[in-house]
């Protein structure tokens, strides 16, 4: 049984509207389903579903319908990243009917009072949610990033019911949110000497897989900067669906049942990872930025690149937030000269990579490694720059 406050009720009952009757009646759904006691308050909701090239026409009708019926926001809600850049999208070559698409959903977003920030790093951005805060977000990697680094709760929420917590201000207390289902089950031991992004993506990669539906917890990271620790998070959500992982001495929790199984993780298994996600030695475009960069990726990778040429193009995909930072530090200046592009608003999976004529990719991702091949129809290598080799 359910139990529902005055107010949830009188949404329930269409008391304020079509719209929040809508979205109340996906979250008592959900709350039934997964036996929530009651429903709690949440301080933001981050919402997928953003591409066109993911939701097509059914997805846009759907939002155009939503925002019709007066749906509005409570609580500050932004969005994953759009299936292109919203001011470069020309000069990138995306098609005109695609991108007349993609501008509808945002305006549809935008009506419902919802932040144009097309990430999937909106804690790169300011928005942190504090330790045991309570959120609805929806990019896997994101959550992941939300609960393993912040401390912050959320479950894994699709694009819909991201939105229809976002219209009540609540979600259903179920899964993540409850202490009982934040303790760890499986330990990784880490023998491997893990330093690159990429190696942080392939350790993830193979965690994700072998605990598939566990939360994981990591012992013998000694350090690791927010960047590796979004990589990590972003593989083990791509390989294992994982939303919460543990590591000793660096996240804000690190609770292992008394019964976790060990196991140990070596060279072997980091390099068996990169290979399997290997298709591709040369590439025509090199990616970086899933999740979406940072400042200090992107510094990094133009003090690499400065007074180059590139034989192949570069995405460094990011927010726009960032992108403007990276502006006014001189960097986008010295990408561009080198023949690179910074890309906000989108990324490399779900921009139409295959339609603008891309076949073969490289990315430092074990994420984008795995979608680019299985989603975009990309041949991918996954490395570092200084590994990659342009055709
Ligand atoms: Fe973000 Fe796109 Fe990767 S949404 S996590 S950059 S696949």
Not at 23 to 37: D, F, G, P, S, V
Not at 39 to 58: E, L, N, R
Not at 107 to 127: D, E, F, K, S, V
Not at 206 to 218: I, M, R, S
Request: neutral net charge; hydrophobic residues 40%; aromatic residues 6%.
């Amino acid at each position: 049984m359910v139990h529902l406050t005055k107010e949830e009720q009188k949404m329930l009952d269409g008391e304020y509207g079509e719209a929040p009757q809508q979205a109340m009646e996906i979250l008592y759904a959900l709350a039934k389903i997964y036996n929530a006691k009651n429903m709690i308050p949440i301080s933001s909701a981050q919402i997928a579903g953003v591409s066109y090239a993911t939701i097509g026409d059914a997805g846009l009708e759907y939002l155009k319908e939503y925002a019709k019926k007066g749906a509005k926001v409570r609580v500050p809600a932004f969005l994953n990243p759009a299936g292109m850049d919203l001011e470069q999208w020309k000069e990138m070559k995306v098609p005109e009917e695609f991108a007349k698409k993609q501008i509808e959903i945002m305006n549809a977003y935008i009506n419902m009072g919802i932040r144009q920030t097309a990430t999937c790093t909106p804690y790169l951005i300011g928005i942190r949610p504090k330790k045991g805060e309570h959120v609805a977000w929806s990019e896997s990697s994101a959550v992941c990033f939300a609960n393993s680094v912040l401390g912050a709760r959320t479950n894994r929420e699709g694009g819909p019911s991201a939105l229809a917590a976002a219209i009540c201000g609540i979600t259903p207390n179920y899964g993540l949110h409850l202490d009982e289902n934040r303790v760890c089950d499986i330990v990784f031991e880490v023998e491997a000497k893990i330093e690159k992004i990429s190696d942080f993506g392939a350790l993830g990669y193979y965690a994700g897989e072998v605990a598939k539906g566990k939360n994981p917890a990591f012992s013998g990271i000694k350090k690791a900067t927010e960047d590796q620790l979004k990589s990590l998070g972003a593989a083990m959500a791509a390989s294992g669906s994982v939303a919460l992982y543990n590591i000793k001495d660096i996240t804000p929790e690190y609770k292992i049942s008394d019964a976790a199984e060990k196991i140990t993780i070596t060279e072997k298994e980091l390099k068996e990872t990169k290979e399997k996600l290997r298709s591709a030695e040369k590439v025509e475009l090199m990616t970086f930025g899933c999740p979406h960069a940072s400042i200090h990726e992107i510094k990094n990778i133009a003090e690499k690149i400065k007074e180059k040429k590139l034989k192949c193009e570069l995405w460094i995909c990011t927010a726009r937030e960032t992108k403007k930072k990276a502006d006014e530090m001189g960097l986008t200046k010295i990408i561009e000269k080198a023949g690179g592009r910074i890309v906000a608003d989108t990324c490399m999976v779900v921009s139409p990579l295959h339609e603008m004529g891309y076949r073969k990719t490289s990315t430092n991702s074990a994420k984008s490694a795995k979608y680019l091949r299985d989603l975009c129809r990309q041949k991918v290598f996954l490395g570092e720059l200084e590994e990659m080799i342009c055709e």
